[in-house]
């Protein structure tokens, strides 16, 4: 299974590793600074899951889950296609 593509559903700016967003206390968090696409917008401080989340970009906010991208799947003639350029090693 392929990882999705993340990136702001509004502006499509995508998050670099370094990025972090803060489980804000005026929220009723516990002021973690975190990359929150590693924990699946769940705080690695205390355990809460955002349910939205601000881009860095734009400022606007998004439901998490609108964040990842899946690929679409391949259909059964294009996986045939790329099995028949891989080589089959003896």
Known sequence: MREP???????????LGTSRWLCTPKMGGCG????????????????????????????????????????EPATHSEQHEREAEEPVSR
């Open 32 to 71: 973690t600074n975190w990359n929150t696409f590693w924990t699946g917008g769940v705080c690695p401080g205390c355990g809460y899951r955002w349910e939205i989340t601000a881009c860095h970009a734009c400022r606007k906010f998004s439901l998490h889950r609108d964040w990842y991208h899946w690929p």
């Open 5 to 15: 593509e993340i990136y702001c559903p509004q502006c499509t700016w995508r998050p």
